[in-house]
């Protein structure tokens, strides 16, 4: 974060955040606690959080430790074997981590605010932040089209009784990704014998056959699991219907019976845009999270790097001093975006080789795969060892995907 010293204008507040998600709720609530006066707009900003989100523990930092809804001390990799992840991750209670960011001294208005209107509180605040996420004015795209051709992770997750999931978690205490092709509903080629299957169903259209998707498994607490399946990355995001027939084709294979998939206690719906927002904040105006480059373009997550930049930005803020931009472009984007590329491209069996191979890195190359924090060096790291553990069968097509056009 570079920065400048604050303008001596006569304004209201020191700060103005635009959006109560994550990223501009753990800002306010930070320069709150340091003494800054704040102005926070969002159209609903007592509004609980409804996502599920999940952090790896180490990275909540200050936060007090009932924001942990459930904690899974080992979560899984499967692929072509059976990976655990020495690395405890932490399913936030949202609720919680609401009432660890208060904002007790902060002026707070109910209201949707475009563009002009984020700029126009230049004139109430010394400095203005952007946190309205990635679609400010609803829609997939910040423009409202629903055809977004833009790389996007999707996924559609169930609900079900502890009880119910033990045959689809397999014995793992949680499931971070399960890439085995059984989503077919035929049994996975991709166990031990390495043998693979195509990893598609016929009645799937032809755009989405080559997609590799995986089961996220994780408990939730209160004798309750969300399976998940999900598409890391695809341009455009893999259709929900597809994935709601390959976690139901799946979980039945497994021997959950068809009324508990059917009739779970809940759903979810992800769609994330991997690159956040298409377009920059309005001028003179700071983005936070997925509203600026806050995400992980290879994982899509965000909240952790929020939480961590509330800290470092909202101590920035109060010496005085205004960054002219939080997350400046670093030589690491390069490598993610080579890496999202890969994801993109990557067929079946490919992403398989891939992520079997991430498996078998050691924890800190698979902690500097996952971080938004990570430097170029810890991540080609992390790439190159993925690439060297990969069959060589796999290797020319990753080399061509991530250094292709
Ligand atoms: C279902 C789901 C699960 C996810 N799971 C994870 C996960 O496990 N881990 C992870 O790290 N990431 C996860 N993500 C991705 C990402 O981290 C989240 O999308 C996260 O919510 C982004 O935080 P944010 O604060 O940047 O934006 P948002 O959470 O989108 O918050 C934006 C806020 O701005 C407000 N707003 C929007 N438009 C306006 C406007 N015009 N004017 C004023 N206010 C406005 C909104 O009401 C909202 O409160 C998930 C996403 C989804 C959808």
């Given amino acids: 974060m570079s920065s400048a010293p604050r ?36 159209p609903r900003p ?52 609401q009432r660890a960011l208060p904002l007790a001294g902060v002026e707070v208005r109910a209201g949707r605010l475009d563009d002009e209107q984020v700029s126009a509180l230049r004139r109430e605040a010394g400095v203005v932040v952007d946190a309205r996420g990635a679609r400010p004015l609803g829609g997939r795209r910040p423009e409202g089209p629903q055809d977004d051709p833009s790389p996007a992770q999707t996924a559609y997750g169930i609900v079900v009784p502890a009880a119910e999931a033990a045959a689809a978690l397999d014995g793992a205490e949680g499931l971070l990704m399960d890439w085995r092709t059984d989503h077919t509903g035929r049994r996975t080629g991709t166990g031990t014998d390495g043998s693979g299957e195509t990893g598609h169903h016929p009645d799937e259209p032809p ?11 994780i408990p939730l607490g209160g004798d309750e699991v969300l399976l998940e ?14 994935l709601r027939a390959r976690l139901r084709r799946r979980l039945l294979h497994r021997g959950l019976p068809a009324g508990v998939v059917d009739d779970p206690i809940r759903r979810e719906v992800v769609r994330i845009p991997m690159r956040g927002r298409s377009r920059p904040a309005p001028d003179g105006v700071l983005a936070v999270g997925t509203g600026g480059r806050g995400a992980n373009v290879v994982t899509g997550y965000s909240v952790a790097h929020a939480l961590l930049t509330a800290d470092r930005l909202a101590g920035l803020l109060a010496t005085g001093a205004v960054p002219t931009r939080v997350d400046p472009p670093e030589a690491s984007d390069l490598l993610r975006e080579a890496g999202l590329r890969a994801l ?24 500097a795969f996952w971080s938004r924090e990570a430097g170029a060096g810890e991540l080609a790291g992390a790439m190159w060892g993925m690439f060297a553990r990969m069959p060589n069968r796999s290797r020319a097509d990753l080399a061509r995907a991530t250094l292709g056009p």
């Fill in 7 to 42: 303008p001596s204008r006569t304004v209201r507040h020191d700060v103005a955040v635009v959006g109560l998600g994550p990223a501009g709720r753990a800002l306010a609530s930070r320069c709150d606690a340091l003494g800054l006066s704040v102005l926070v707009v969002d």
């Fill in 46 to 97: 007592e509004a609980p959080w409804t996502p599920t989100y999940g952090v790896w523990a180490e990275q909540l930092g200050s936060l007090p430790p009932d924001v942990v809804r459930s904690a899974v001390l080992r979560p899984e990799l499967r692929a072509r074997g059976r990976h655990v992840l020495p690395r405890e991750y932490a399913v936030l209670d949202n609720a919680a981590v």
């Fill in 229 to 242: 399946e999900t598409c890391l990355a695809a341009a455009p995001g893999l259709p929900i219907p597809v």
């Fill in 207 to 217: 755009t989405a056959r080559a997609r590799a998707t995986f089961l996220y498994g």
């Fill in 344 to 367: 993109l491209r990557l067929r079946v069996e490919g992403t398989l080789d891939l992520f079997d191979a991430f498996g078998q890195l050691p924890v800190e190359r698979q902690r």
